[in-house]
């Protein structure tokens, strides 16, 4: 969500969270659930996923 | 006649409507009339603070990463008795003004009740409402409160 898209109406958030899902299924062919969330608030992706777990009590 | 409202887009997670409010009121900010609105996953506070407040108000929302602006609402005053607000709502459903919402302060000055309604065109509804005898309460009463 950015200030732009920002408005004080639930319904107008909703038309723009449906404009999203729709334009997301129009490219990419999949329906994906969307969540608005404030700017900066999403965490860096920390890299390569953590395959091993290491238990070892050295 | 309008009154300034600050709208804030709330994160729907523990402990962001007590973040938000804590934010304004570490600064002195009083909130006179407060109003939320949820979705799935999100809200929408709405409020209004006294009107040389809202500028600071609205600076510290964004300076703290909050997606914050002002826009306008018409205040209403109405009588305290049955059937005062639905003769408003009556002269707004003939003219053709739809109400997005409405919400109430949370004490005033004033006898009467006092509501902020965020109308569908708000210049059609404030003629509406003042050629049908309906008062309309200032900026600067708002600030008297």
New interface residues.
Partial sequence: MTEDMFSDTVSHIETLRKFITDSIKSVVGIHAKISLVPPKSIPRSEGKAKRVIDNRKI | MFIK?I?V?L?NRKGSLREFTELLGNENINLLALSL?D?S??G?A?CIVKSNDTDRALALLREN?????T?SVVCVRIPNRPMAFSSILSVLEENDVFL??AYSFCQSTLSDAVILI?PSDKDRCEKALSENGVTMVSQEEVDRF
């Fill in positions: 409202q709208s887009f994160e609105a979705a996953g999100f929408i709405r990463g909050y997606i914050a602006r826009n997005e919402y965020r």
